[in-house]
């Protein structure tokens, strides 16, 4: 059923785009993974990075596609999906892929908070997304 | 009186743009007071440990290595580096006057990890001897150190169980140190016989900038406490007299640089807290002033409608407390986010030792920070609530004010 969209929902969709996209490029900016080591090789946290962008996309890709679909309980599907999405990507540094050796270094100190204070404010916000976004709305 | 029953919470969302600029007021208060404490706290502990750390009163190294910009970084700061002077000197060094406990340490920094990332500092010690890591080994690790068995500090991202590899040589991870705030931290500690393999290793495979060392017969330094009825300055000039080639340095005056930096950093801190406050405090009682103020017409009807001069009062206080309420949890949200989870990108700009309390203390801090800001907005809504409570209605009404 295509609904009119109700300003609390617009307000969601706008919050789940921003956060989405400021993880997908955060990742490769603000706070990446640490520079590449003298001998041109990555270290381990480079791949935690990539896993990140690659989750970061497909969250931003689902913040899009809840701004323009305009079917409630579609949207509220996606919303579902982007919870435990954004809690896996928030688990991807350190705990599915190890990070440096110390934690004084950048992936530590930056990549790796920031990553689990976004990802988990992704999923807050799509979690009440899917709580009080109803067809009514 | 039902109906004044949810007026409080109406006549906040009646108000949004007011609202939300209380309620971001008192979380920048709580946010400024509760970070601005855990910071001064965390630096005062990290100095602290910093001079617990150190554990000696007099630190003997090779007069070259104090040559060098990077000694005190690699002593005080983590900075990997190594340098190595004759055994002899121990026994030379023991036999000055003043001398009391003596042991010596050995250096090296790792030429990569095994798991990936930079150098890491490792230290070896005498466990006969040894009077300054022991202690803090002995917290985590109660059993003797074995041949191959290190203990990793804190933020070394290494387990107990896990196996690393320096200079090809595989040690095992029997323990890991609590957190210090200090380069123990990122620093790898085995006993005397392992390093010396290790250092054999680094030597075999050329990766050692000093080629002709032999293990068993160097030390980086000696770390000594003075014999009772001596102070460390004496036993100091002592030794720089009568041992060549080495140089004595007080401990106390190696942290003497970070102190005065720290009590820099902890007063601007001080300062900046202060005066977040007292601008906080006025702008909540112009904030609270000024609306009290605009809707005088509207608690004038309230009066006529049968609300108490207590009740108009006791309005505005829970308007005040609520936003309060709200502000100050929002603010100890986000400072707690800020310091748990960034602790070490801040500690990194502040270039200081930097320990956070423990968690009960974190909650102690925080929860003083949330009655500090309520009593603060209370404080300044009171003044405009005692004003409210003695309008006369019926000017108000007739518009003569």
Redesign the interface.
């Known amino acids: 059923m295509n609904m009119k969209r109700s300003k609390k929902a617009l307000v969601l969709d706008i919050i789940l785009l921003v956060l989405s996209a400021g993880l997908t490029t955060g990742v490769k900016t603000v706070f990446s993974a ?1 520079e590449k ?1 003298p001998d041109g ?1 990555w ?3 480079h791949w935690a990075e990539q896993a990140v962008f690659a989750l970061g996309i497909a969250l931003t890709a689902m913040a899009v596609v809840n701004i323009v679909l305009g079917k409630t309980d579609i949207k509220r599907g996606i919303a579902i999906a982007m919870v435990p999405t954004a809690l896996i990507t928030a688990f991807v540094p ?1 705990v599915f892929i ?8 950048h992936c ?3 990549m790796r ?1 920031a990553v ?2 976004i990802s988990a404010l992704i999923a807050a916000a799509a979690c009440v997304y899917a709580i009080i976004v109803r067809e009514k709305d | 009186m039902n109906g004044f029953k949810n007026l409080t919470v109406k006549s906040l969302l009646g108000k949004p743009v007011r609202t939300i600029v209380l309620v971001l007021l008192t979380a920048l208060l709580t946010l400024t007071v509760l970070d601005g404490s855990l910071t001064q706290t965390s630096l005062e502990k990290g100095i602290d440990s910093l001079e617990a750390r150190l554990g000696a009163d007099v630190m003997v190294v090779p007069y070259s290595a104090t040559t060098k910009q990077k000694f005190e970084d690699m002593v005080l700061q983590g900075s990997t580096g190594y340098f190595y002077m004759g055994k002899n000197y121990v026994e030379e060094i023991s036999q000055i006057e003043g001398v009391g406990e003596v042991s010596a340490q050995f250096f090296l920094a790792s030429a990569s990890s095994s798991c990936c990332s930079l150098p890491v500092q490792i230290i070896g010690y005498e466990p006969e001897t040894d009077f300054t890591i022991s202690p803090w080994v002995k917290k985590s690790y109660g059993k003797k150190l074995d041949t191959y068995d290190v203990v990793v500090g804190n933020d070394l991202n290494a387990f107990v169980g896990d196996s690393l590899y320096f200079y090809g040589v595989k040690v095992n991870v029997a323990a890991k140190l609590e957190k210090t705030g200090t380069s123990y931290d990122t620093t790898v500690f085995t006993n005397s016989d392992t390093i010396k393999e290790l250092i054999r290793s680094s030597l075999e495979l050329k990766m050692n900038d000093f080629v002709d060392v032999d293990p068993d017969n160097v030390v980086s330094c000696v770390l000594i406490n003075v014999a009772d009825g001596y102070n460390p300055e004496e036993v100091t000039n002592n030794i720089n007299l009568h041992v060549k080639k080495v140089k004595a340095i007080q401990t106390k005056e190696m942290i003497s640089g970070v102190a005065d930096s720290l009590s820099g950093v902890s007063s601007v801190i001080g300062i900046l807290i202060g005066a977040v406050w007292v601008l906080g405090a006025v702008i909540m009682l112009l904030a609270f002033t000024m609306s009290v103020n605009e809707r005088k017409k509207e608690f004038a009807v309230l009066r006529v409608l049968g609300a108490s001069r207590g009740k108009l009062a006791s309005l505005v206080m829970k308007e005040a407390l609520l936003t309060g309420i709200v502000g100050s949890a929002a603010g100890t949200l986000i400072a707690l986010v800020v310091m748990v989870g960034f602790g070490g990108l801040i500690e990194d700009l502040l270039g200081l030792p930097f320990l956070l309390p423990s968690a009960g203390a974190v909650a102690g801090y925080a929860a003083a920070a949330i009655v500090l800001t309520i009593v603060t907005g209370a404080a300044a809504a009171a003044v405009s609530a005692f004003r409210i409570s003695r309008i006369d209605t019926g000017v108000i009404l007739r518009g003569d004010n």
């Open positions: 640490c080591k090789m270290m381990s946290c350190n190890n990070l440096c050796m110390m934690k004084d270094m530590h100190e930056m908070p689990i204070v």
